[in-house]
């Protein structure tokens, strides 16, 4: 005999408005209906007897619906909960819901773009599946995975050395110091290790508005297996990844702030609409073509053309921005065309009488949108700047971006931190930073490389800079709830699996955040595994993503948040 879900279920796929393609429920829709009391859906819940007995009550011989019950029943994980998209399951250019062969109007649609997704990247992940969170029916949900965040494990890492008679700090006695129970300050530049989703929604308590270059080299959605992060989402997964986090980086940035978002040919075409519904179409200011210098798709054997670039979308946040123009030096053909300055000084004499070269030619070439003269790590297999790591950039990219929007003490922020590259050269450049980064290598990689610089490195930009080592940066972590479970489930043993297991099936952090089916794949066939199967079905259910402790339960006992903690957390939050 069936049960109610699966009567409202198999009664609401009746009708094409409520089913996607693949068959499955479009709830968005069906809620939106609901609130609207539409006649077509009413008519279709009172088809059905035991529908229609649930959900409609006689009174006085009228009958009436009882909206806020179906919402509730909706709502519930029982209710197919895999269906939270109320857009179709096809990817196109539509206006008003209809696809643009139909308006003038482009507007990009795709599956979930009305959900929140959580999007761990380690590669992990890509094992996992991921949980959509629809902006009506989940705001609960996301309201709550979306608050404030404690950090916990702040460090500050300073330079600490003696001046010479030059004023330079000397090199042999600069010291890297650890400092713990601090609190953060105004001009403290800052490391965070968490999802980068979270972090970002913590980050605007402090800082909505306030941003004034974002710069991300976010995963190119190319199934590469050679990333350290998880690269292999389908399209409508990394539309929505990418919508989540540009839309609270768009509050971050100030008035005159920019954002440079680079990616390849993959989903650049795609990337570039989803900006314009966000940024408007208006503040797209270019579409810089990074020239790799070497053959970039050899790899994959292609049978055309092979890659030789990578874009990276120029946007800003309102036409109020300021740009300082770069020039490159003329080639030695280019300068073979004019003659030396005239007795003026005010321009060059052109050698044909078709051009006349003013003053501010004089300084060079105006840069254009196309970059050939900055090397990739393809050609430069032996730089003294790589740090190991497969996607780094070289640190001259960064820095020409840096260059022509911001000033000094203008704060930059990347939130796919990896190795570092975007806070080395803030760093540099005397620019605060923000970099945030979900991934372990954080410490062996990005934190290292940034100590290096607080000594004085001398490889990338240093020399360019007149870079000699100083200042400061903080580093923390979004505190998890799931290390200390996660340990106790690594150290069960046959004897006290059983009881781990039923501790986390009745932890309410825990089992709210899963689905049926979760609990019951789970569940399945859990004493016939080995105790290391059973160890990974366990970790599965406690997603860390989900178990970050939120700054409201900071002083809520059973989340053991330390007095340092709490001291860091407060002075973050409380020095708005």
Not at 83 to 112: A, C, E, M, R
Not at 297 to 307: H, I, T
Request: charged fraction near 30%; glycine fraction near 6%.
């Amino acid at each position: 005999m069936k049960n109610i879900f699966d009567t409202v279920a198999d009664l609401l796929l009746t009708n094409d408005k409520y089913k996607a393609e693949d068959g499955k429920l479009l709830k968005a829709v069906v809620y939106s209906d609901v609130m609207a009391m539409n006649e077509t859906l009413l008519t279709l819940l009172l088809s059905n007897k035991d529908v229609k007995e649930t959900f409609f009550k006689d009174v006085q011989g009228t009958l009436v619906f009882d909206k806020q019950k179906f919402a509730w029943f909706m709502e519930s994980k029982e209710f197919l909960p895999d269906s939270y998209t109320s857009y179709t399951n096809k990817i196109g250019l539509t206006h008003n819901g209809n696809f643009i062969s139909q308006t003038n109007d482009v507007v990009l649609d795709f599956p979930y773009k009305d959900c929140v997704l959580e999007g761990g990247q380690d590669k992990d992940d890509q094992k996992r599946s991921e949980i959509f969170y629809n902006e009506t029916i989940a705001s609960d949900e996301i309201s709550r995975m979306l608050a404030p965040k404690v950090f916990t494990n702040a460090k500050r890492y300073t330079a600490v050395g003696e001046k010479d008679l030059t004023g330079e700090l000397d090199p042999d006695t600069i010291q890297v110091k650890e400092e713990t129970g601090i609190t953060f300050n105004d001009d403290d530049n800052l490391i965070i290790k968490g999802n980068n989703l979270i972090a970002l929604a913590s980050l605007l308590k402090r800082y909505e508005g306030k941003v004034k270059c974002i710069y991300i080299d976010p995963p190119y959605n190319t199934k590469n297996d050679s990333f350290n992060y998880n690269d292999s989402f389908n399209h409508s997964t990394w539309l929505t990844f990418m919508k989540n986090r540009l839309e609270l980086a768009r509050k971050l940035l100030r008035e005159d702030g920019t954002i440079f978002v680079q990616c390849d040919d993959n989903e650049q075409a795609y990337l570039k609409v989803l900006m314009d519904s966000i940024f408007g179409r208006n503040n797209f200011q270019a579409e810089i073509v990074w020239v790799l210098e070497g053959a970039s798709g050899y790899k994959s054997l292609v049978n055309n053309y092979v890659r030789g670039h990578e874009s990276i979308l120029f946007y800003s946040k309102s036409n109020y921005f300021n740009f300082n123009k770069i020039y490159l030096p003329y080639s030695e053909k280019q300068i073979k065309r004019f003659s030396k300055l005239d007795d003026s000084g005010r321009r060059y004499k052109p050698i044909t009488k078709t051009r006349r070269l003013y003053l501010d030619e004089a300084k060079g070439v105006p840069l254009t949108d196309v970059w050939t003269d900055i090397a990739s790590f393809q050609t430069i297999v032996n730089s003294p700047e790589r740090t190991g790591f497969d996607t780094q950039k070289p640190e001259k990219l960064i820095e020409r971006i840096i260059e022509t929007l911001t000033t000094t003490h203008d704060l930059v922020l990347d939130f796919h931190l990896g190795s570092g590259t975007t806070a080395a050269v803030a760093h540099k450049m005397g620019r605060r930073y923000i970099g945030v980064e979900q991934m372990d290598y954080i410490q062996d990689i990005t934190v290292e490389r940034l100590k290096k610089v607080l000594e004085g490195e001398q490889g990338g930009i240093s020399k360019a800079q007149n870079w000699h080592g100083g200042g400061s940066f903080v580093y923390c972590e979004l505190k998890e709830d799931a290390n200390t479970l996660i340990t106790t489930i690594q150290n069960a043993t046959e004897d006290t699996i059983e009881s781990v297991k039923a501790s986390i099936y009745a932890d309410e952090r825990i089992v709210p955040y899963l689905t049926k089916q979760e609990l019951a794949d789970a569940d399945k066939d859990f004493e016939n595994l080995t105790l290391e199967e059973k160890k990974q079905a366990l970790i599965k259910l406690v997603d860390k993503n989900k178990l970050y402790v939120n700054a409201s339960d900071m002083d809520d006992e059973s989340y053991h948040v330390s007095d340092d903690d709490k001291k860091f957390t407060n002075s973050f939050y409380k020095g708005v």
